[in-house]
């Protein structure tokens, strides 16, 4: 069975279609100039996510009534797959974008639906969740950005930390505080081109194209239409999907993790020393076995995981269990794999360094190992206690 054959058996057709259109997309040039623009220092160009949206793939899981695919969870994974077998952080932020815009078609309103969605599906308007604070990430519920009730809506201040696509965004979907009861709400706010939203991008050495940013609101106005949700609820809103959101980067740290072991098997059994593939030496042939041991580990617990999401049953403890592993397989990983190949795989252009530095940025996004394995531990109790034999 190939590596991702037990996702795709269980797509429907056009699923996998799906699928395949993200691997044309990627092979016909999206995948060399992700590693063009990395070489330059640059992310990759703003293009491609207008190739991308114009192929209907922001669409992935919009409903049909508003001209989306639909797609299930695991359907979600495996695109966003495809695309990390290639680059971490395009598939991250494509993926990022593509959230929003489910988002907006199953929880907007009509009002935000009818205003937002069409220039959504078409990568006119590109969105990202801004929870995250200079302040703090982990301890969102500590946030400090107000928004404040005035006539016709709301005025923002406060400011959005190491928010994805942050340099080149239309909207997100922002958490503040109301200031006049301190309640946490949700709102889709519109950022304009006035002086009331500052960027600043923040420099992630070697992952560009996270283009993280930070957003300052100064008495920026929203209109009421853009309240997201219910004011009270915005908090559970915005947590109910962390565990896909979990499973999902799991997901794209497998692809980058096996990306790299096909790269790094394939150069050891081209590359001689000693009269024989270097492959043939044991001492470097089980360092990459041991690397596919745990690859094989991460992505059984990700399928499963990713099975309890797609059916909607708790995934509270296998999707911090499946995050914290994957990814931190996938660091440790393609560093191996990087090794193997010896002052080859070290060089600075080659695309090995570049999954290496954008998979370690998968370490904070989602939540931090600390905040997953404090999620595990209060479980501990529930999940493996059970009854004294
Ligand atoms: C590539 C990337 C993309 C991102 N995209 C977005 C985005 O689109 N939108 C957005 O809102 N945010 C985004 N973030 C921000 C991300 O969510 C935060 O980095 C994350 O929540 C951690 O917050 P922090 O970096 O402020 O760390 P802090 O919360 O300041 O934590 C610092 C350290 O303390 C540890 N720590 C904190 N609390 C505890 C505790 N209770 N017990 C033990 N240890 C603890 C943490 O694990 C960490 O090691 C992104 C980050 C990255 C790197």
């Not at 993926?95 to 959504?120: C, F, K």
């Not at 991008?201 to 853009?226: K, N, Y």
């Not at 790299?260 to 020393?273: F, G, V």
Request: proline share 3%.
């Amino acid at each position: 069975m190939a590596f991702f054959d037990q996702y795709d058996e269980q797509l429907t057709a056009p699923e996998r279609d799906l699928v395949a259109r993200a691997r044309t997309f990627c092979n016909a040039g999206f995948a060399s100039a992700l590693h063009a623009s990395w070489l330059e220092g640059e992310p990759f160009g703003r293009h491609w996510i207008d190739e991308w949206a114009a192929a209907g793939m922001l669409g992935l899981q919009a409903t049909a009534a508003d001209g989306g695919h639909a797609a299930s969870f695991l359907c979600k994974i495996r695109v966003a797959q495809e695309m990390a077998l290639h680059g971490f952080a395009a598939a991250f932020c494509l993926n990022n974008l593509q959230g929003q815009v489910t988002r907006i078609s199953r929880q907007g309103s009509d009002a935000q639906r009818e205003r937002l969605l069409r220039p959504m599906l078409a990568g006119a308007i590109l969105s990202a969740p801004a929870m995250s604070e200079p302040g703090g990430g982990s301890d969102v519920g500590a946030l400090t950005t107000t928004a404040t009730p005035v006539e016709g809506g709301w005025r923002m201040n406060g400011s959005k930390a190491w928010i994805t696509n942050g340099t080149i965004l239309d909207a997100v979907t922002l958490l503040a505080r109301n200031a006049a009861d301190g309640q946490l709400a949700t709102f889709m706010v519109l950022l304009g081109s006035g002086d009331t939203v500052r960027r600043e991008e923040i420099l992630m050495p070697g992952a560009r194209s996270f283009r993280l940013a930070t957003l300052t609101f100064t008495d920026h106005f929203v209109p009421a239409w853009a309240l997201l949700g219910q004011p009270g609820d915005a908090l559970r809103a915005a947590m109910a999907t962390v565990n896909a959101a979990r499973v999902h980067v799991a997901a794209m740290a497998v692809a980058s993790l096996h990306a790299a072991l096909a790269e790094a098997t394939r150069y050891c059994a081209a590359r001689h020393a000693f009269g024989k593939p270097v492959i043939a030496h044991q001492g470097l042939q089980w360092e990459l076995a041991e690397v596919s041991v745990r690859l094989e580990a991460a992505n059984a617990l990700v399928f499963r995981a990713a099975q309890l999401v797609d059916a909607g049953r708790p995934a509270v403890t296998l999707a911090a269990q499946c995050k914290k592993f994957a990814v931190d397989t996938a660091i440790w990983g393609i560093d191996q794999c990087l090794r193997a190949m010896g002052a080859v795989g070290a060089g600075a252009g080659h695309r090995l360094a570049m999954l290496s530095a954008e998979v370690r940025l998968a370490a904070f996004g989602d939540g931090t190992n600390e905040m997953l394995l404090d999620r595990i531990g209060r479980s501990l109790t529930k999940d493996y206690a059970g009854e004294a034999p």
